[in-house]
C-alpha cells in the first residue's frame, strides 16, 4: 500500500519568507508526527497529533512554528519568517495509534533551504 | 529525561565481517526500543523492534536483544554487505511521552 507522502521533496527560500510543507500520513493512521532531522544528527521531535488535535507540541522550537492537520489525515507544517538556522530535513511519520508497540512509517522528508 | 546514546561512526568494515553498533538508553518506565535504517538518498525504515524486556526483534539477518539490566539494545550482525552500508538510528518510544527519541546515528561503510 501506499506509505506516508511528503511534498514538497525540496524547498529553497530566502530568509524572512513563509514556508508549507505537506504531509498525506498512511490512510487509516490516526497518530502523526512532525520531527526535524540536521546534518549529522538524529531526527528531533516537532510536534505529535492524535486526529485532528495537537496532543504534544513540546518540540516546536518558536512560535514561528505551527501545525495544523484540520481533517485528522493531512497535515501541514507551516514556518512563518524563516531563518537560515531553519535548514534542515523536515519528516513526517505516522502510526496507526501512539502506543508505545506501535511503529512510525516515515515520509522520505522535505529538505528545507533558507538563504 | 529520556536518552538514547550510541558509538559514534563511522564504522568501516570489510565485507563479510561481524558488525555491532552500541546502543545504550535512559528512560523512565519501560519504552519500546527501535533500529531505524538510513540508506544513501532515502529516507528512514524502520530495521527492527523490541517492545519488552529480553525480546529479540530481528530483520535481514540484524538482531538486537532489549537488555533492560544494561539498558543497552546493540546492533549485530553476523556477516555484513556491501549493501549494508548506511546511517543506523537506535530509538525509543516511551508512551508517557508520546515521541520517539533518536540517537544521533552511526555510520557504517563496507568495503567489498
Known amino acids: 500500500g501506499a506509505g506516508v507522502s511528503q511534498t514538497p521533496s525540496n524547498k529553497v527560500t530566502e530568509k524572512g519568507k513563509y514556508v508549507e510543507l505537506r504531509c498525506d500520513p498512511i490512510s487509516g493512521h490516526t497518530a502523526l508526527y512532525w520531527y526535524r532531522q540536521s546534518l549529522g544528527q538524529g531526527p528531533e521531535f516537532l510536534i505529535y497529533?492524535?486526529?485532528?488535535?495537537?496532543?504534544?507540541d513540546s518540540g516546536l522550537p518558536n512560535d514561528r512554528f505551527f501545525a495544523v492537520r484540520p481533517e485528522g489525515s493531512v497535515s501541514t507544517l507551516k514556518i512563518q519568517r524563516t531563518e537560515r538556522g531553519d535548514s534542515a530535513v523536515y519528516l513526517c511519520?505516522?502510526?496507526?495509534?501512539?502506543?508505545?508497540?506501535?511503529?512510525?512509517?516515515f515520509g522520505p522528508g522535505t529538505r528545507l533551504t533558507v538563504l | 529525561g529520556n536518552s538514547v546514546t550510541q558509538m559514534e561512526g563511522p564504522v568501516t568494515l570489510s565485507e563479510e565481517a561481524f558488525l555491532t553498533i552500541n546502543c545504550t538508553y535512559t528512560?523512565?518506565?519501560?519504552?519500546?526500543l527501535f533500529w531505524y535504517v538510513q540508506y544513501p538518498g532515502e529516507g528512514l525504515q524502520l530495521l527492527l523492534k523490541a517492545t519488552k524486556a529480553d525480546d529479540k526483534g530481528s530483520n535481514k539477518g540484524f538482531e538486537a536483544t532489549y537488555r533492560k539490566e544494561t539498558t543497552s539494545f546493540h546492533l549485530e550482525k553476523g556477516s555484513v554487505q556491501v549493501s549494508d552500508s548506511a546511517v543506523y538510528f537506535c530509538?525509543?518510544?516511551?508512551?508517557?511521552?508520546?515521541?520517539?527519541?533518536f540517537g544521533a546515528g552511526t555510520r557504517l561503510a563496507v568495503h567489498p
Open positions: 511519520a505516522s502510526s496507526l495509534q501512539a502506543q508505545d508497540t506501535d511503529t512510525q512509517y
Open positions: 528512560a523512565t518506565g519501560y519504552p519500546s
Open positions: 497529533f492524535q486526529g485532528t488535535g495537537a496532543a504534544d
Open positions: 530509538a525509543l518510544f516511551s508512551g508517557g511521552y508520546n515521541k520517539l527519541i
